[in-house]
């Protein structure tokens, strides 16, 4: 062994002091401290043997020279999340009081398909047995279904999952240059802050609607690492037009950022290829967020997905998730959900005629509505009526603790037209009862 190379002491081992005196090195836990960690700064590659994950460690990046020494030290040193960044968030369907109607999650208005019931049951026989660890049937069906490979395809725990997941992977990268929009999905901003990651924001504008723009471009800069995009956009349901965003894509693969795009809403769209799942196959910085949670109205299963076009942070990201975190029953209601083409169909149809009717009703009702192509309206009002709705049983999704946004800013839920005309009737008389004073 090299002079040069300096050993790091593990006194925790119950074989310490082995390499003392020996020249030859076996143990590479007592070589290298990072060998048992998964956020080794080494970006190592990983093999496996006898169904075990071995880290690959002869193209390390990192030698523990003795100049590194120092900031291995530093590196080891795990820091506790800031007391700053332990803010709470709230969010849709959560809700203390008894409501009868609620519009503030935007899962989908026909309820979970029929089929997906049955092969919950069905699934739910060997419930007793260990489930897939890797997903295999589901990361196939999934491949097949958005054209990528499978190495391409990881499955998570919900959306949300992947989101701290991938936080979690920024961080072990030393990828910590993060832009996010405001308003958009709060999420965001608590898996990075949990990681000790303070993100910036760019500020939508009010009086564009909250539409992203081409003032954006400007924005992606070469001292960003990561770029986080909620499309369409929630809370403002806003659509990114396709010509910007293969910009963003372009300009992102020129200048290495990683971009993230959150689509968990994108399957209530009713335009073909939208998205960035087309680019996947040629740009190598995409990583793609969906989910069954809100199409399939699944919430209560927890199952999504990420598509990365670099294979190699699939097997990084899966390095650091925990063992069977996706459920038998949760695996065989997405491989069922996949086949349910007719359903989706349905979904945007009624949701593309529920959108015209809201918007049309919420205007006349002298309310702003801005531009929605998702499956929810973002509808600002001159008084806060969120509580008085609330007293009528019926629960939107206030969006005051949105950056950017504040009191009298609501996100309506598209359902079916019944629950609609009940929450129209609602407004009309919470509104006649507010002229009256």
């Known amino acids: 062994m090299k002079d040069d190379f300096c050993y790091f ?3 925790e081992c119950k074989y310490y002091p082995c390499h003392k005196g020996s020249d030859n090195i076996n143990c590479m836990f007592c070589f290298c401290p990072f060998y048992t960690f998964a956020n080794c700064p080494g970006n190592p590659a990983f093999i496996e043997k006898n169904g075990v994950k071995i880290k690959k460690c002869t193209d390390c990046l990192f030698p523990h020279l003795k100049d590194n020494y120092s900031k291995v030290i530093s590196l080891l040193k795990t ?4 007391e700053e960044n332990l803010k709470e968030y709230v969010h849709g369907g959560e809700c203390s009081r008894r409501i009868k109607y609620d ?3 935007n899962v989908n208005p026909l309820g979970m398909p029929a089929k997906v019931k049955t092969a919950i049951k069905k699934s739910a026989k060997t419930a007793s047995l260990y489930p897939d660890q890797k997903c295999l049937n589901l990361k196939n069906a999934i491949a097949v279904k958005k054209h990528v490979g499978q190495n391409n395809v990881l499955v998570g725990n919900g959306a949300s999952d992947l989101i701290t ?3 979690r992977w920024l961080q072990s990268q030393r990828k910590t240059r993060i832009l996010l929009l405001a308003p958009t999905f709060g999420g965001y901003e608590r898996a990075l802050l949990g990681c000790n990651i303070k993100p910036k924001f760019y500020d939508l504008k009010k009086e564009r609607g909250f539409a992203l723009t081409r003032d954006f471009l400007s ?4 001292d960003l690492d990561a770029i986080f995009l909620c499309n369409p956009n929630n809370p403002t349901s806003s659509l990114i037009e ?9 300009l992102c693969a020129a200048k290495n950022i990683i971009l993230v795009a959150d689509e968990c809403f994108m399957d209530f769209v009713d335009k073909k290829n939208a998205g960035v799942c087309k680019y996947i196959g040629t740009h190598k910085n995409i990583v793609l967020i969906n989910a069954f949670t809100k199409i399939y109205a699944m919430a209560g299963l927890r199952l999504g997905y990420a598509l990365c076009s670099d294979s190699s942070i699939v097997k990084q990201m899966e390095f650091l ?12 209601a997405g491989l069922e959900a996949l086949t349910q083409e007719s359903y989706l169909k349905k979904t945007i149809r009624l949701i593309e005629r529920e959108r015209i009717f809201l918007e049309e009703e919420l205007s006349l009702l002298g309310m702003k509505v801005y531009p929605s192509d998702a499956n929810f309206i973002l509808v600002e009002t001159k008084e806060n009526i969120f509580e008085k709705l609330l007293d009528a049983g019926i629960f939107v999704r206030d969006c005051s603790d949105f950056k950017n946004l ?4 609501i996100r309506i839920a598209i359902q079916t037209r019944r629950k609609n005309k009940i929450l129209l009737s609602a407004l009309k008389k919470v509104l006649k009862e507010n002229d009256r004073r």
Not at 219 to 222: A, H, N
Not at 242 to 250: A, K, N, S, W
Request: charged share 20%; glycine share 8%.
């Open 9 to 11: 002491e593990n006194h």
């Open 79 to 82: 820091r506790p999340v800031a």
């Open 242 to 250: 396709e010509g910007l965003l293969r910009e963003i894509v372009e």
């Open 165 to 167: 997941l991938l936080a």
């Open 406 to 409: 504040g009191k009298g800013f």
């Open 103 to 105: 519009f503030s999650v």
């Open 219 to 222: 924005c992606v800069t070469d």
């Open 321 to 332: 998730q925990s063992e069977w975190n996706v459920s038998s029953l949760a695996q065989a």
